[in-house]
């Protein structure tokens, strides 16, 4: 964009000055003439001007012919221009329009990643789920011992996950600890 913005205003400026070619053509040419009606007139009183003044007179015509002819050969020049700038615009234009369309592809990508990366957070939250349930099957007795008797045989539901279990349905096994056990006998 910023250089279409910048061929549309070099290409304006050239429009401008181009338009300007036949102004300054006409100023330049009213110059052309007074120079020479000045020159031809001191030249026709020559022992009445100076010489150096005939020379002066001589010098300004000749600019202002130069002048002339440069105005008039930098039209064409300009008119060159203004077509370059003109199919430069077009070039860049097209340009910028099939930027569009990458513009589009670039959404369209930028979208599909945003929906994998949801998919992954999905992913990640069914992981720590079923890493959670997996965890709580895992029943953990609360101090090292022996097993002394097994009250909740596999598969069966504890901590009161049933409505019609007892109260011992929090109990899996009795534990003992071999390092503190005693006995006690009446003889």
């Not at 304006?12 to 102004?23: C, L, V, W």
């Not at 001589?58 to 002339?68: D, G």
């Not at 069914?126 to 099957?137: H, I, V, W, Y």
């Not at 009161?160 to 109260?167: E, I, K, S, V, Y």
């Amino acid at each position: 964009q910023a250089a279409l913005a910048e061929a549309e205003s070099q290409l304006a400026k050239s429009e401008t000055d181009g338009a300007q070619i036949p102004f300054l053509i006409d100023a330049t040419q009213a110059q052309v003439d007074y120079a020479r009606q000045n020159l031809e007139g001191k030249q026709a009183a020559k022992d009445a001007v100076a010489v150096r003044t005939v020379q002066k007179a001589q010098s300004e015509y000749k600019s202002a012919e130069a002048t002339l002819k440069e105005l008039q050969q930098r039209a064409p020049r300009l008119q060159r221009q203004v077509e370059a700038l003109k199919n430069r615009v077009d070039a860049l234009s097209g340009q910028l329009s099939l930027l569009i369309d990458e513009t589009r592809q670039l959404d369209d990508a930028e979208a599909k990643y945003k929906a994998a990366e949801a998919r992954l957070a999905e992913a990640k939250v069914a992981a720590a789920k079923t890493s959670l349930a997996f965890e709580r099957t895992v029943v953990r007795a609360p101090i090292t011992g022996r097993v002394l008797a097994l009250v909740a045989p596999p598969g069966s539901r504890v901590m009161g996950l049933d409505a019609n279990a007892g109260q011992s349905s929090s109990i899996v096994v009795s534990l003992y600890d071999p390092a503190r056990l005693q006995v006690r006998a009446d003889v």
